[in-house]
């Protein structure tokens, strides 16, 4: 009979009004049937009819039975400071979100971050809790409102439920920034390799674009203002040696944003593979141009012996010299050609007849293959039947506002302020040309021209064991990185703003959200989910915090079945309804 329970019934009267009626009753097992039944002990009528008084007297008789008070506040009785629904001297303090930061903590450690970053820690005989503070930037940026690390530390490590990070300082935020760029090479590689044996990744295809972080200044960094990077180099030289060393050029330079304006800025390079995991990223000067970073990428990844590895990447890397560099670092490539502007895909590609095979509905390929020996070049054409409908429609349209627009001046002088405009508006300036007595006219050609390239790319690769098929579908591929990047900079991990001067604090902060956009991409790919849909199910598991007159105990919320299917794709242990207890003397978060 502890069982019993106040039970609602509620019935439609012919009228179509709705009829309450109250029921004391329990659960029964029934053996027979093998099935729980209701038994109604006393049924005490409708709702509308009910003798509250007498309701209230039965409460209070059961509660000197258990030693609790019963109050009325509609009697106009003061309810006392305990909250009756909980035992006696027990407070409700407050609740923090824990599922983000659950999942986060237990992909941590699963990847071994903890163990490498106390290793770190240990050799430089620095604080353990280092880690932590590493730990704690990192799940702040998979969170909804990513702050700075001051504001980690202030206000976000003590609005959830990580323990270990409450007593965490600026700084040992910093100095964890710090402590991990000593050693950015090795934690890298380690990271990468032990999530491609923990996932099993197959890198045999390796994604590589460029993107531009911008910051809120008026004047690029002097080779002074390098952070410590001229202070360090300098130490113990002297002479022009010491002058050399200290003139390293600044981080923050004035360069191209990738949104199309020109700011002070850095270049964030970064290479993932085919489902988006990213393989190492690197932080450059903001003047430094797409095609001088390859460079530097042969020579960081020669060292790490990924086997057969494909590089792939945009129209913006392809140079002969860039091309020599992937050869010698990467070994094999597709690399995107800008068709319109290269005399030999011009001339000789797009010229070769032959068939295009038919892979799907919208993509057509045919491979060509131009010079001899060391000269040979393999192009892969593509082509893309209703891409090229589309583009001619749109010329069509641009061509018949020039004409009309042509039509509505007679005289066509190529100075006159619309023909300026005109000629320097991207939308109509390429289809315009000048005569020899600088009159403004159609340039048939150049829309004869364009036209040859209607829903046509090409594609250059030095490897001639990969199919086409598969060459056209690695560089469709490459959306992959564009997605990395919209994450980073816009619509999860926000990278930008950056709050930081100092050279190492700026790609400190980098590392950091590569290394929660690792995290995120290991979740989608476990789950099937895109990171903002796990986020918002995780915001459900909650912890509640509770006081004593002893201490304090965290209780965590009963998982929905949402938040069960998610820890269960990520092969997580949920956790356990008593998180932990503190005595007395540990209760404040702060200390």
Request: glycine fraction near 6%.
């Amino acid at each position: 009979m502890l069982g019993m329970y106040l039970r609602t019934t509620r019935r439609k009267n012919l009228d179509g009004s709705e009829a309450v009626y109250y029921q004391l009753a329990h659960n029964t097992w029934n053996a027979d049937t093998r099935r729980s039944e209701t038994k109604i002990v006393h049924n005490f009528g409708r709702a509308d009819e009910l003798d509250r008084d007498a309701l209230v007297r039965l409460c209070r008789s059961i509660g000197r039975v258990c030693g609790v008070e019963v109050h009325d506040p509609l009697a106009g009785e003061q309810v006392p400071a305990d909250d009756p629904v909980l035992a006696p001297g027990v407070h409700q303090i407050l609740t923090r979100p824990l599922g983000v930061v659950w999942v986060v903590d237990a992909l941590w450690a699963r990847l071994g971050l903890d163990r490498l970053f106390k290793g770190f820690a240990a050799k430089a005989h620095a604080k353990a809790d280092y880690e932590r503070a590493l730990l704690a930037m990192t799940a702040n940026r998979l969170t909804a409102e990513p702050t700075s690390k001051l504001g980690v530390q202030e206000r976000w490590a003590q609005e959830v439920h990580l323990p270990s990070c409450w007593s965490l300082t600026s700084d040992d935020m910093y100095e964890a920034m710090d402590l991990l760029h000593a050693n950015l090479d090795r934690f890298e590689e380690a990271v990468f390799f032990e999530t491609a044996n923990l996932y099993n990744l197959v890198v045999d295809v390796i994604f590589y674009d460029t993107t531009t972080a911008s910051f809120s200044i008026d004047d690029p960094d002097e080779p002074e203002e390098d952070g410590e990077v001229g202070k360090d180099a300098a130490e113990g030289e002297s002479g022009d040696e010491a002058k050399d060393a200290a003139s390293i050029p600044g981080l923050r330079q004035r360069g191209p944003a990738k949104e199309g304006m020109w700011s002070v800025q850095v270049v964030v390079a970064l290479a993932v593979t085919r489902d988006g995991l990213p393989v190492r990223s690197w932080v450059l000067p903001g003047n430094t141009a797409d095609v001088t970073t390859i460079k530097r990428v042969r020579d960081d990844l020669r060292g790490w012996k990924l086997g057969r590895a494909l590089f792939v990447g945009d129209a913006g890397f392809n140079s002969e010299e860039n091309r020599d560099e992937l050869a010698r670092a990467c070994g094999r490539y597709v690399l995107a050609c800008r068709a319109g502007s290269v005399a030999e895909i011009k001339e000789e590609v797009l010229a070769r007849s032959g068939r295009y095979k038919k892979l799907a509905d919208n993509l057509y390929i045919k491979e060509v293959v131009v010079g001899e020996g060391e000269k040979r070049r393999r192009y892969i054409v593509c082509y893309n039947p209703s891409q090229a409908r589309r583009q001619a429609s749109h010329r069509d349209q641009v061509v018949a506002e020039l004409e009309a627009e042509l039509a509505e001046h007679p005289d066509h002088d190529a100075l006159a302020k619309w023909a300026t405009t005109l000629r320097a508006s991207g939308r109509y300036g390429r289809y315009l040309a000048v005569t020899k007595a600088n009159k403004l006219r159609i340039d048939r050609g150049a829309i004869r021209e364009a036209a040859r390239l209607d829903g046509k790319w090409v594609l250059v690769t030095n490897d001639d064991t990969l199919l086409p098929a598969d060459a056209a579908d690695a560089y469709k591929s490459l959306l992959v990185i564009e997605r990395c990047f919209r994450s980073l900079k816009r619509t999860q991990i926000r990278m930008v703003p950056m709050y930081h001067w100092l050279r190492r604090r700026i790609e400190t902060h980098v590392k950091i959200c590569v290394l929660a956009l690792l995290i995120e991409r290991i979740v989608e790919r476990e789950t099937g989910m895109p990171w903002a849909r796990v986020r918002h199910v995780l915001n459900c598991l909650q912890a509640t915090e509770y006081e004593t007159p002893s201490g304090r105990f965290f209780v965590a919320n009963e998982l929905s079945p949402e938040v069960a299917k998610i820890l269960k794709a990520l092969n997580i242990q949920p956790p356990k309804r008593i998180l932990a207890t503190q005595p007395l003397l540990a209760t404040n978060p702060s200390a």
